[in-house]
């Protein structure tokens, strides 16, 4: 039997991860401090001072996009939940952990990417970080198919696990290439990036137009 609460205490759950989403984005722009500018500072000073952080501007664009698209699955996940577990509710903070540390991996990348000072090291954190909060995103869709569910999975619903399966395998291939490609050709690894959203893409149209 449902216990009266149940509602409740699953929107506290979910509640409490979209004020943890709007925190780690809000962290990413409190990150990007702007370039002083003394007087006498003529305009292309200015300039040369502004462009010293655009790297950082591209990296919360990128990491935005992230967090955003993770924001959405967990919303729409949460959109079946009916019950819980302690099992659930772990995965979930294991999620939230992914998430908070996407403000410092952004700036261990970005803040050298255009500098020439880039490691493989910081490409695997900054890679590591989205790979984990999918990886617990598409278990935590896996463990509600089994027995969070409200009632049976519809046709949206399993295509929603497939597409963020994709994802985690997206990922994936881009950390492999990382791993066996010199440094030099990194840039095109997150050329894989897009192998998700654009299977999953194709997957849901052939599954739409059944």
Known sequence: MKHPR???LIERIA?????????????MVIEIH???????????VVWDKFREILPEFLGLLVSFWLIASSWLRHHQLFKYIDKYDMRLLLLNLWLLFTIILFPFSTSFLFNSLFSGGVSKLQVYFYLGVPLGSNFLTYRMYQMAHKRHLIG?????????????GMMVLSFLLAIVWVIIMPLQFHMFGYSFLGFGPIVGSLFNKKFHNK
Request: proline share 5%; net charge negative; glycine share 2%.
């Open 15 to 27: 509640f409490f991860s979209d004020a943890v989403f709007a925190i780690a984005i809000t962290l």
């Open 34 to 44: 702007p370039p002083l500018v003394n007087r006498g500072d003529t305009e292309e």
């Open 6 to 8: 149940n509602d409740f």
């Open 152 to 164: 049976e999975a519809d046709v949206a619903f399993r295509k929603s696990v497939f597409a963020q």
